[in-house]
């Protein structure tokens, strides 16, 4: 078998899991993508960050990337993970119980999207920290925005369960 053979496999691959994804998360699945490729680009900013404030502060130790923060940072992403399924999970419970109750229920992973969403942001907003920490100007206005929408999903989650979201 020749590199060719096995890039078009690896094609195909990836293919058959993103309609895998898609079939069964529907809206879900892009969501899920996009949140992983941002984690993975804030973890990589970050280390980024880190080596470069490290050699703009030699002598602190408070400086410069570790092995404990880029563990505490793979456990916190994995907890994004865990609460996306928690999320999940009681989108599945809603409705099945409505269905069991006799109610049509039309919220099909609403819970998981808003969760998802509010993740995308708040990765959104570390990798802009991370830029602004490795010396990229980061327009003030794009923070901004990035957190007015945030803001505005903890506010449709907050009313989708009842309540104002504070």
């Keep these: ?7 078009d496999g690896a094609r195909v691959l990836i293919a058959g899991v993103a309609a895998w994804i898609s ?20 973890y990589v900013t970050g280390m980024w960050a880190s080596k470069i404030e490290a050699v703009d502060h030699p002598d602190d130790p408070a ?17 994004y993970i865990c609460v996306i399924t928690v999320a999940l999970a009681t989108d599945y419970l809603i409705v099945t119980i409505g269905a069991e109750m006799g109610f049509s229920i039309s ?16 990765e959104l907003l570390s990798v802009t920290e991370n830029a602004g920490r490795m010396g990229a100007p980061v327009p003030e206005w794009l923070v901004k925005y990035i957190a007015a929408i945030k803001s505005k999903v903890d506010a449709q989650g907050g009313s989708e369960a009842g309540h104002d979201g504070k």
């Design 1 to 7: 078998m020749n590199a060719r053979h096995l890039i």
């Design 23 to 42: 079939a069964k998360l529907g809206a879900l699945g892009p969501l899920l993508v996009v949140l992983i490729l941002l984690m993975l680009v804030d």
């Design 63 to 79: 400086y410069g990337w570790s092995s404990a923060k880029g563990a505490k940072g793979i456990a916190k992403k994995v907890g």
């Design 107 to 122: 919220m099909h992973g609403a819970l998981g999207m808003l969760v998802c969403a509010w993740y995308i942001l708040n």
